[in-house]
C-alpha cells in the first residue's frame, strides 16, 4: 500500500477507541419487531408526506411517504404488514419531542416490493439517472447527519477527488469498521456507482490507522476487483477525524472555507455505509430500509453491531445484545461524545442513528460543577474548527447572540472536544447548541415579522384607496345635487332614481336570501 | 490681506452652494432611522405600545416621544436590539405596556362564530378569513398574536392559543437553567 502525504487538521483530541468488545463480534441481525414506528422526519430537510393511509398494506420496502422538498427523502417500509397509524410519536430528538410517523404492524411474512428495477450492470445508466435512482432509494449519509445523498450528489461540478469516510467519528463507533470488514465489495461497488454518478475517476476511502482488518479487507477486495480508480488511506485516529471537514484537511492539506461546502474546493465526502446504501439501491432496486448500527457500553450484556430495520424499537436491540446488565443507567444515541440522552428504550431506530450507547452507572462521571473561566485558553488550543471557545462562551453567556456571527459560531461541529479540556468544566457546547437554536429561532421571527409588515403594509394602502373612493363618490354625488338646485322636476328624477335602485336591490335581497355579503351593503 | 478675504469668501460660496445643490439634489425620502428602528419591532400591530402600530411606534422613538421599553411580544432581545441600535442603556420593559408573554395565535371556534366580520376589521394583517354571514376562520401562519380580534367579537368565540413547540422550533435550553447533567463518560 502506497501511503500518500497526510497533514494535520488543528487541535483534536487522542481518545482510547473503547470498540474491543462490538469489534470482535460479527454484525448480527435483529428478528422483525411487531410494530415499526417509521418517523417522517429521519434526515435534513422537509419531512416527507405519506402516501398511505391507516389501514393499508404494505410491503417490504414498499415507499409509504415521499419527499416534502427538494431537500428530503422517501421513506420505505422496512418489513410487510399493515399501516395502523399516522400519528405523532416520540423520536430520538435531544428534545425528546414526539413527531409525525407511520406505525405498522408487521405480519411476520417480510414479503418484499419489487417495484425497483434492479441493474447490475450500471455503467450504462447516466449520472442523472443514478441520481434519480439514489433519490427514490430514499438514501441518506449514514454517518450520523442524515443529509440526503442525492441531493449531495447533484451539488458539485467539477469535482477532484471523492472521499469515503470510514474515520469512526467516536471512540465507542465501530459500525463503519465492521461494515468494511464484512461486506468490503459492497462498499467497493458503491463507490464505482458515486464515480460514475459524480463523472469523476478518483476515489480514496479513509481509513483509521488503528484498523488494520478494515484496510486489510478492502485492499484484498479492490485487488479482486481490479480496480485502480480506487485507493484505501491510512489516517491516525484522532478525535473527530470524523468530521468532514476534518478528515479533507488530513488527506489533500486544503480547508473547506467557513459557511461552504467541500465540492467548493472540489471534493466530496461520504460516508462509506452509504456508499454501500447506494450499491443496493442501484445493482439491486433496494431502498434504505436497515442500517448498521453499534450497540455498546457497559450496560449491555454482549455489545456488538447489528443490521438494524429502520423502525425497529431500541429495546429489541438490547434485547439481540444478551439485555441490560445490572449497572444500566442511562441510554444515548450516536457516541459518547457528540451523542444525547434517550429517555426510553422504546424509541424507533432511524436513518441517523449509527450507535446506541447503553452506559453503566461507572462510565457516567457526573458532571463537575461549572467554575469560572479563567481563560486559559485550551479550548481554542483543541478547537478542530479553529475557533475560539471563549470568547464564544463569553457571548453566548451574556445573551450577546448577534456578535456570535462574528466568531463563527455556525462553523462549530460540536465535537465536545472543548467541554473536555475545560479545567473549569463549563459546559461550552450546550452554550453553543443553545446560542445556535436561539438564532435560528430569531431568524424564523424576522421572517414572520417581514411577512407581518408586508400584510399590514398592503392593508394599509387598502384601506386608504377604499376611503378615497368613499370621498370621491360623496363628492359626486354632492355635485350632481348641487347642480339640480332649483330644478324642482330634475330633483324628482333623482330621487325617482334613487327608490328604484333601493326597491331593485330589495328585491334581489329576497331572491337571495342568505346570501346578502357584508361587504355589498358598504 | 484682502486677497485673503476674497480667497475665504469665494471658498465659502463655493462649498456653500455644493452643499445646497446636494441638499435638493440627495434628499432622503423619508426617515432611514424610522425604516431601522421598525425593522426591528416585531410587527405584531398590536397596539400595547400605545402607538397604532409599529410604525408609528417606531417614529415616535425616532422623534424622542417614546421610550424603547414598550414593545411586549418584542420582549427583551427587541429592547436590547433598540439600546444597541440608538445607543442607549437597555432598560426593563415597561409594564404599563404589558407583559412578556409566549407567543400565540388566535383560533376562532368555529360553530360559534356568527358570521360578523367584526373581527376582520380589527385584525391589522387580514389573517382572518371570512364573510359577512359566513363562518371566519385564521390563517395561523399569518397571525402575528396580537389579540386585537378577541375584543370586538360578540360571542367570545376567539381563543388565543400557545403556539405548541415542535422539533423544528424547539430550543436547546441556556446550561444555566438546567440542572447539572450527567453526561460524557
Redesign the interface.
Known amino acids: 500500500m502506497s501511503q500518500p502525504q497526510l497533514w494535520r487538521f488543528h487541535g483534536g483530541l487522542k481518545l482510547d477507541p473503547r470498540t474491543a468488545g462490538p469489534a470482535g463480534e460479527p454484525i448480527g441481525l435483529v428478528p422483525v419487531p411487531k410494530r415499526l414506528v417509521l418517523p417522517l422526519?429521519q434526515h435534513v430537510g422537509q419531512p416527507a408526506e405519506p402516501v398511505v393511509s391507516p389501514g393499508e398494506r404494505v410491503l417490504k420496502g414498499q415507499p409509504i411517504a415521499r419527499p416534502g422538498g427538494y431537500i428530503g427523502a422517501k421513506v420505505h417500509a422496512s418489513s410487510s404488514g399493515t399501516v395502523v397509524e399516522i400519528a405523532d410519536h416520540a423520536?430520538p430528538?435531544?428534545?425528546g419531542?414526539a413527531?409525525p410517523c407511520i406505525v405498522i404492524e408487521t405480519d411476520g411474512l417480510d414479503e418484499a416490493w419489487s417495484g425497483y428495477e434492479p441493474v447490475p450492470e450500471f455503467a450504462s445508466l447516466s449520472a442523472a439517472d443514478l441520481r434519480a435512482r439514489v433519490r427514490a432509494a430514499g438514501v441518506v449519509g449514514l454517518g450520523g447527519a442524515a443529509f440526503p445523498t442525492a441531493v449531495k450528489l447533484g451539488a458539485g461540478s467539477g469535482l477532484k477527488l471523492l472521499i469515503l469516510n470510514g474515520a469512526e467519528c467516536e471512540p465507542y463507533i465501530c459500525c463503519d469498521e465492521l461494515l468494511l470488514r464484512e461486506r468490503p465489495e459492497s462498499v467497493l461497488t458503491g463507490a464505482q456507482v458515486l464515480l460514475q454518478a459524480l463523472e469523476i475517476d478518483r476515489c480514496c476511502i479513509a481509513v483509521e490507522d488503528d484498523k488494520p482488518r478494515a484496510r486489510e479487507a478492502l485492499e484484498n477486495a479492490i485487488a479482486a476487483m481490479g480496480e485502480s480508480r480506487i485507493e484505501v488511506v491510512a489516517v491516525p485516529a484522532i478525535y473527530p477525524e470524523g468530521g468532514e471537514r476534518q478528515l479533507i484537511k488530513v488527506l489533500t492539506g486544503e480547508e473547506v472555507p467557513a459557511r461552504g461546502v467541500p465540492p467548493d474546493i472540489g471534493y466530496l465526502c461520504q460516508n462509506v455505509g452509504t456508499a454501500a446504501a447506494v450499491a443496493r439501491a442501484v445493482l439491486h432496486g433496494e431502498p434504505l430500509i436497515s442500517r448498521i448500527v453499534t450497540v455498546t457500553g457497559g450496560g449491555v450484556v454482549r455489545p456488538r453491531n447489528l443490521e438494524v430495520r429502520l423502525g425497529t424499537p431500541m429495546a429489541d436491540l438490547v434485547q439481540a445484545c444478551g439485555g441490560y446488565t445490572e449497572g444500566a443507567d442511562?441510554l444515548l444515541m450516536g457516541g459518547?461524545?457528540m451523542g444525547f440522552?434517550l429517555a426510553e428504550d422504546s424509541l424507533p431506530v432511524i436513518k441517523a442513528t449509527n450507535c446506541v450507547v447503553v452506559?453503566s452507572r461507572e462510565?457516567?462521571?457526573?458532571?463537575q460543577?461549572?467554575m469560572p473561566c479563567i481563560r486559559c485558553g485550551e479550548c481554542a488550543e483543541i478547537c478542530p474548527a479553529q475557533l475560539l471557545p471563549q470568547q464564544l462562551y463569553w457571548h453566548a453567556r451574556a445573551?450577546e447572540l448577534?456578535q456570535l456571527d462574528d466568531f463563527h459560531l455556525f462553523d462549530c461541529i460540536e465535537c465536545?472536544c472543548c467541554?473536555?479540556v475545560c479545567p473549569s468544566q463549563l459546559?461550552l457546547t450546550?452554550?453553543f447548541?443553545?446560542a445556535?437554536?436561539?438564532l435560528w429561532?430569531?431568524d424564523?421571527?424576522r421572517i414572520?415579522?417581514?411577512?407581518?409588515?408586508e400584510?399590514?403594509e398592503?392593508?394599509q394602502e387598502r384601506l386608504e384607496a377604499e376611503q378615497a373612493a368613499r370621498k370621491r363618490r360623496l363628492e359626486e354625488k354632492t355635485r350632481a345635487a348641487e347642480k339640480t338646485r332649483g330644478d324642482e322636476a330634475a330633483r324628482k328624477a333623482l330621487i325617482d332614481d334613487a327608490l328604484e335602485r333601493v326597491q331593485a336591490r330589495r328585491a334581489r335581497d329576497e331572491d337571495a336570501e342568505?346570501n346578502?355579503?357584508?361587504?355589498s351593503?358598504r | 490681506m484682502i486677497s485673503a478675504i476674497i480667497v475665504i469668501a469665494a471658498l465659502a460660496t463655493a462649498f456653500g452652494l455644493a452643499l445646497g445643490f446636494a441638499a435638493v439634489r440627495f434628499r432622503t425620502q423619508g426617515d432611514p432611522v424610522v425604516d431601522r428602528i421598525d425593522s426591528l419591532l416585531p410587527q405584531t400591530q398590536c397596539g400595547q405600545c400605545s402607538f397604532a402600530g409599529c410604525r408609528p411606534y417606531a417614529e415616535a422613538i425616532a422623534a424622542g416621544e417614546a421610550d424603547i421599553n414598550r414593545c411586549p411580544p418584542g420582549g427583551e432581545p427587541t429592547i436590547r436590539a433598540l439600546a444597541d441600535l440608538l445607543e442607549r442603556d437597555p432598560k426593563p420593559l415597561d409594564p404599563e405596556s404589558g407583559e412578556i408573554k409566549p407567543r400565540t395565535v388566535a383560533v376562532i371556534d368555529e360553530p360559534a362564530c356568527i358570521g360578523c366580520t367584526l373581527c376582520i376589521q380589527a385584525c391589522p394583517v387580514d389573517a382572518i378569513l371570512g364573510a359577512g354571514k359566513q363562518m371566519h376562520t385564521v390563517i395561523a401562519s399569518e397571525c402575528t398574536g396580537c389579540e386585537l380580534c378577541v375584543a370586538p367579537c360578540p360571542v367570545d368565540c376567539i381563543a388565543m392559543v400557545e403556539e405548541p413547540v415542535t422539533i423544528k422550533t424547539w430550543k436547546w435550553p441556556k446550561p444555566d437553567e438546567v440542572a447539572p447533567a450527567a453526561e460524557r463518560s
Open positions: 422526519s423520536v430528538h435531544p428534545s419531542l413527531a442511562h459518547a461524545m440522552p452506559a462510565e457516567i462521571r457526573p458532571r460543577p461549572a445573551g448577534d465536545g467541554d473536555v459546559p450546550q452554550y447548541r443553545y445556535k437554536t436561539e429561532a430569531r424564523r421571527d414572520r415579522s417581514d411577512l407581518a409588515r400584510r399590514f398592503a392593508r342568505g346578502d355579503d357584508a361587504g351593503g
